[in-house]
């Protein structure tokens, strides 16, 4: 397996991702098994988490794939026993499913007069069923995996939890008020986790990454020439450091540290902002 270079040694451990097929957790996946671990791949699709398990396992790791919706309670329990029986009891469970929906998305960052007439998709139009849809696998999507794994962590040394929140739980993002709202309940449930599990040896933390480019969202962020867009311009503006995150070192060290018992084994409930300074940035 190609040499973890930032230090912290997840050998013996089972580590569960969800959403693992994802850009973002795909990569901590591949992280977490540099790292020693052995990595339990949940993901809606089964045949994408596949993929990511035969890139870890061409790489020297371990890595089963499984197909799990994070929302279907009883599937979450199955695949949790699965888990047990094929890689042992779940030391680390890492709840990366999530995301946005486009009814519940504004077309305009302000609402202005004559939007109602215009056929402008305003505040007003937002689609209660797609609001309900981004809650649900935000939250829920956070708390139901939450209860299938953790229920093998009780009494056991060294387990934790880290949910994915994100740096507009803190200042919510223009134009998507369902998933800011979804990411903000995130980073409270992870502190009512950390308070709940503290009797038995359980540590829940979060991240909340910021911007990071990536092939998910390289088309949002620069022209076909390799230029900025205006969003990316907006961004950088807003971000004190003036650059996009590396995803394969500054995300992942932050995520190996708060895995990392002996370097952060007396810190939890705390959602840590990935985001070069975007969410202390007040825009003047």
């Not at 705390?270 to 007040?282: M, N």
Request: proline fraction near 4%.
């Amino acid at each position: 397996m190609e040499e973890n270079v930032l230090g912290t040694d997840l050998s013996g451990k089972v580590a569960v991702v969800t959403g693992a097929a994802g850009v973002l957790c795909s990569t901590l996946s591949k992280v977490l098994a540099r790292a020693g671990a052995q990595v339990a791949l949940l993901d809606r699709i089964e045949e994408k988490a596949q993929i990511v398990a035969d890139e870890i396992a061409a790489a020297g790791g371990t890595a089963r794939a499984y197909g799990c919706d994070v929302l279907d309670k009883a599937r979450c329990r199955t695949v949790a026993d699965e888990v047990l029986r094929d890689l042992g009891p779940c030391d680390i469970l890492l709840n990366g499913a999530g995301g946005n929906h486009p009814m519940a998305t504004t077309d305009k960052e302000y609402f202005e007069p004559g939007d109602l007439e215009a056929g402008t998709k305003s505040f007003f139009d937002l689609d209660e069923a797609g609001v309900e849809s981004v809650f649900n696998l935000n939250f829920a999507g956070t708390l139901i995996p939450t209860q299938a794994f953790a229920r093998h962590m009780i009494g056991r040394e060294g387990c934790c939890i880290l949910n994915i929140s994100s740096m507009n739980a803190f200042t919510p993002l223009t134009k998507i008020p369902a998933y800011s709202g979804a990411k903000a309940a995130v980073t409270n449930f992870t502190q009512w986790l950390a308070v709940h599990f503290s009797k038995v040896g359980i540590r829940v933390n979060a991240i909340a990454p910021g911007f990071f480019a990536t092939a998910q969202n390289r088309a949002l962020l620069f022209n076909e020439d390799g230029t900025p867009t205006a969003r990316t311009g907006k961004i950088l503006a807003a971000t004190p450091m003036g650059r996009f995150g590396d995803s394969e070192k500054e995300l992942s060290g932050a995520v190996l540290f708060l895995l990392d018992n002996d370097a952060a084994g007396f810190i939890t409930g705390v959602t840590l902002p990935i985001d070069g300074g975007f969410s202390a940035y007040s825009g003047v």
